[in-house]
């Protein structure tokens, strides 16, 4: 009797992760929002009768998948931003893909070398400057935004953000790390007040006459043309693609990854395929207005009227190495003090 | 008949036991704390293993910041708080005024406002683009931000004030608790001694509730010190804003680990001076509270102001941020309106409700275990066991990974190797997970107050009850049980409102396609869209009032249980 009562609950636990694990799925760690993934999943549901699952959070899922090991139900990671990517690759969290879909449909410098990620969209770190008072073509560089006569009259975000550390990052890469801190100083005294806020808060600020230019990611941009309530405020803004003429624009990305432990590899392969596919691509990009990875689909709607943006080609790889170094310098101009 | 008795403890100690069941006690109080501590000895193991030192960069550049920024915060919090819920709670007590009965629990309403949700709220009212400025641009004819001064709401003040006016209720609710025990003619031996009402306060009333108090103000400066949503948003610069700065910038778990462990320290010094200060003092309220309460019957322009210092914070901290998360949430309801609010809600009250059953249960087993066994190692299991409130939240889920995933691989490759199959994760990423982590986040606040309350029945009592044949686990539930059920109550409530609102934890912790009411806020407001987060918003702070009306009453009704 007892011998099987033990059985019995030995099957019973050894079911546990089978029907955890059954065919038809694809578990997703996911530094995105699910809203914004809804509707891509949606669409590969529909057409590979694959289900997905997805956890939300923006931060400690690499934690998480570190210290679930070879048993994680997760079978990707989701990610935005260059260096939490990078991240993922450097604790030997994820695998390489070798896939001929993936490999024709996102470009190499868009890719990890071993296929460890894969971009998915591109977003570029944009200036907007007030219609009413920076002429067009007052300020067409990054660089530019140490000038003098922008004292008092610039707005960002925290300089610890991610995207401001990225975009740090590749001035490092470009000026130097000596260069690159006289730079961020100027711009500190620049700005008109304390880093605060998202990069929306900056457009806000600009309408506000706070001041006249700020620092931020061509989606939120997007995304306040297509509020209502917003879109007058967005549209007191002129944005500007810098540095276009020259090395292009700082673009960073988000991405996904095969985790070491995928349990469900196959359906996780055939989900970054379809991610890639110029239909996913098209929903994915339109969703957020950002741009699809895929050079085959071109930006369409709102992302399409702002013109062409020419990407820095600078290695993606450079840009998360430089991080730390980025990090560093933003604590020691104290860019968000007072 | 309640004696304040400052001398030495007289002590619960051997003649209270029989030694065996004692012994069962001090096991079962043992292997809790163990187990309950295990997610912050796994924080302070990883303090051992940093990528690289962070401590020369962050002395050099931005460590002193962090700490001047942080003691200003949780100074002017404490202050606010204080300030706040003594005041209000000695009103609803002691006076009569018009509105007496509905401050009595509606001072309790901010408490279900989540302090990023405040923040978010006043941040749109207030800011350039707000009605408030707007407003005021219209009626003075100033055209931008630069022809008029107005008070930055993104700052350590707003972020002191916001933080103060959502946790002030938990002073309030264990300070009314206290004034409420109070004998009154304590209040009136002082007054016939010559002593103002204001002396008497300071001196006589203040005093006695002390430990509750401290209790309270105790909670609030840890949840301040550990708050992340609200400092972030704000962009102040404390401590834990340094530590997810080393976490996820400079990628250095082990380096935020030893902030997290360094701030742990602090808070254990902080609570022992407090209890060190007080350590020769002993009280117990006999509970003969036949007496009623004489609340003063006050002049017009009195009884005024009692209705201004009550309906301020009510306002500011319930009144406008509910106020305003209603219209957003009228204003984009289709947008937002999303038939899994329905499961999401369910999902927040299934856990919170779960955690404030396994809290209790917990907290009143540790409590009366150290009320048989008062030494100084039952002692340091109850300060251990509570020590998961010292933590932000994110830290502690990955606290809370480490042992269960390490329990689960270990389990899996016991089974792999002995009968070649896998068990995978049973405990990880699963609603155990979650209830687990709300457990060892919120003890503090049921074992404190049950620990609080159980020290002021007096120990003959106990004897009483021993001498009559009860085993002391009879004593407790015959005995301590009924007369501490307001305290029970409230501590389990207050613990399912904080779950309610709990956020990080539950982000990272949580299981796949899972969604609490705080979760899904945190999607859209993470992304910039405040708009759409404000009905779920609402349904947070709704789901909160039920608990604190109940709460509420069950304090009221303390006066009646003689």
Avoid at chain 1, 104 to 122: M, Q, V, Y
Avoid at chain 2, 35 to 46: E, G, K, R
Avoid at chain 2, 221 to 230: A, K, R, V
Avoid at chain 2, 286 to 299: E, G, H, K, V, Y
């Amino acid at each position: 009797m007892r011998m099987k009562l033990a059985a019995t609950a030995a099957m019973a636990l050894a079911a546990l992760p089978l029907s955890a694990s059954a065919d038809g799925e694809v578990n997703i760690y996911s530094y995105r929002q699910a809203y914004l993934l809804e509707p891509l999943l949606n669409a590969f549901e529909k057409e590979t009768g694959i289900e997905t699952n997805v956890v939300f959070a923006k931060q400690g899922l690499a934690e998480r998948l570190e210290r679930e090991g070879r048993n994680s139900p997760a079978d990707v990671v989701m990610t935005v931003d260059i260096s939490r990517i990078n991240e993922l690759v450097e604790r030997d969290l994820v695998q390489g893909v070798d896939s001929d879909v993936l490999n024709s449909n996102i470009p190499e410098n868009l890719r990890h070398p071993e296929g460890k990620w894969f971009a998915l969209t591109t977003r570029g770190r944009l200036i907007f400057t007030s219609k009413e008072r920076v002429e067009e073509g007052e300020i067409t560089t990054y660089e530019e935004l140490a000038d003098d006569k922008w004292n008092d009259r610039i707005c960002t975000r925290s300089g610890k953000h991610p995207y401001n550390i990225a975009l740090f990052s590749s001035l490092i890469a470009h000026h130097g790390e000596e260069w690159t801190q006289q730079w961020l100083q100027d711009v500190k005294d620049n700005l008109a007040r304390k880093p605060q806020g998202g990069d929306r808060d900056q457009i806000k600020a600009i309408a506000e006459g706070v001041c006249d230019i700020s620092i931020g990611n061509s989606y939120y941009y997007g995304n306040m043309l297509q509020d209502e309530n917003q879109r007058p405020i967005a549209e007191q803004v002129r944005l500007v693609f810098p540095n276009a003429d020259g090395r292009g624009t700082h673009v960073n990305i988000s991405g996904i990854s095969l985790t070491k432990s995928a349990p469900n590899r196959d359906n996780a392969v055939k989900l970054m395929e379809f991610l890639s596919s110029p239909e996913a691509q098209r929903i994915y990009a339109e969703a957020n207005t950002e741009y699809p990875a895929n050079p085959e689909v071109k930006p369409s709607g709102l992302v399409a009227e702002w013109g062409e943006i020419n990407p820095d080609e600078l290695s993606l790889q450079t840009i998360a190495e430089n991080r730390e170094a980025a990090v560093k310098l933003v604590d020691r101009v104290d860019y968000d003090g007072e | 008949m309640t004696e304040a008795v400052t001398a030495a403890d007289p002590g619960l100690t051997q003649p209270l036991l029989a030694k065996r069941a004692s012994r069962r006690w001090i096991i079962s109080a043992t292997l809790i704390t163990a187990i309950v501590a295990l997610p912050v000895l796994s924080v302070i193991f990883l303090a051992f293993f940093p990528e690289e030192n962070i401590w020369p960069h962050l002395i050099d550049t931005t460590l002193p910041r962090y700490l001047w920024t942080t003691v200003q915060l949780m100074v002017g919090v404490g202050a606010i708080t204080l300030v706040i819920g003594l005041s209000t709670a000695w009103a609803v007590t002691m006076c009569e005024f018009p509105g007496r009965k509905f401050f009595e629990w509606a001072m309790l309403l901010p408490f279900a406002v989540p302090a990023y949700v405040i923040a978010y709220v006043y941040t749109s009212l207030l800011d350039y683009a707000g009605p408030v400025q707007r407003s005021l641009r219209d009626w003075f004819g100033w055209q931008n931000a630069s022809d008029y001064w107005f008070p930055e709401i993104r700052s350590l003040e707003g972020a002191t004030l916001m933080i103060g006016l959502v946790l002030y209720p938990y002073v309030y609710l264990l300070a009314r608790a206290a004034f409420l025990e109070q004998s009154p003619s304590l209040f009136a031996v002082s007054r016939s001694l010559g002593h103002s009402a204001l002396s008497t306060f300071f001196r006589v009333v203040l005093p006695i509730a002390r430990p509750a108090v401290a209790v309270g103000l105790s909670l609030v400066l840890m949840e301040t010190l550990n708050d992340f949503g609200t400092v972030d948003f704000f962009a102040v610069q404390t401590l834990t804003a340094g530590l997810f700065d080393t976490w996820m910038n400079l990628g250095n778990l082990g380096g935020a680990a030893q902030i997290a462990t360094t701030m742990l320290v602090f808070v254990v010094i902080l609570v022992t001076l407090e209890r060190y200060s007080r350590r020769r003092q002993q009280q117990y309220a006999a509970r003969d509270n036949r007496d009623p309460i004489r609340r003063f019957t006050m002049s017009f322009p009195r009884q005024m102001i009692c209705v201004a210092v009550c309906a301020g914070p009510f306002i500011l901290g319930f009144v406008v941020p509910a106020g305003t998360l209603g219209l957003y949430a009228w204003e984009y309801f289709e947008e937002s309106w999303n038939p899994d609010f329905v499961r999401n809600t369910l999902n927040s009250l299934f856990l919170s409700s779960a955690a404030a059953i396994t809290t209790l249960l917990i907290g009143v087993i540790l409590a009366y275990s150290r009320r048989l066994h008062n030494t100084r190692g039952m002692q340091i299991l109850m300060r251990l066991s509570s020590l998961g409130y010292a933590m932000p939240g994110a830290v502690l889920a990955v606290g809370v990974i480490v042992p269960l995933a390490g329990f689960d691989n270990w389990l899996d490759s016991l089974m792999r190797d002995t009968f070649g199959i896998s068990t995978g994760l049973l405990l990880s990423g699963t609603a155990f997970a979650l209830v687990f982590a709300y457990t060892v986040r919120f003890l503090a606040v049921s074992a404190g107050s049950v620990e609080s309350a159980l020290q002021k029945v007096t120990p003959s009592m106990d004897m009483a009850s021993r001498s009559l044949g009860y085993t002391p686990g009879k004593t407790l539930v015959k005995v301590h049980l009924p007369i501490l059920r307001g305290t029970l109550l409230t501590a389990a409530l207050v613990v399912f409102v904080d779950c309610m609102k709990e956020l990080p934890a539950t982000l990272i912790l949580r299981p796949f396609n899972f969604e609490t009411l705080a979760t899904y806020v945190y999607q859209f407001a993470s992304d910039e869209r405040l708009f759409h987060s404000a009905l779920p918003s609402l349904i947070i702070v709704l789901a909160g009032i039920v608990p604190i009306i109940l709460m509420s009453r069950s304090i009221s009704n303390t006066r009646s249980i003689a």
